[in-house]
């Protein structure tokens, strides 16, 4: 991602160290994907790995895991 400030503009990691099972939102806040991994070093700006929130819910549902999704208000 990037991140303006009085240098210009600075890039940022994406994802970071522990942030695994952490959901990947749209600009519509819709959950889009889970995200599951990244570059191994920290604060790298490289890659970010993650699965297709349907593919994700599927694949739960087809294994017998009752599945209820809910918003909390923020």
């Known amino acids: 991602t990037y991140q303006g400030n009085d240098r210009g503009t600075c890039k940022f990691a994406c994802s970071n160290n522990g942030d695994s099972g952490s959901v990947i939102i749209n600009d519509s806040d819709e959950i889009v994907a889970l995200l599951y991994g990244g570059d191994e070093k920290p604060n790298s700006v490289d890659i970010t ?26």
Do not use: K, R
């Open 49 to 74: 790995f993650a699965n297709n929130i349907d593919n994700v819910l599927n694949a739960l549902s087809n294994n017998g895991f009752q599945l209820h999704l809910s918003a909390s208000g923020g």
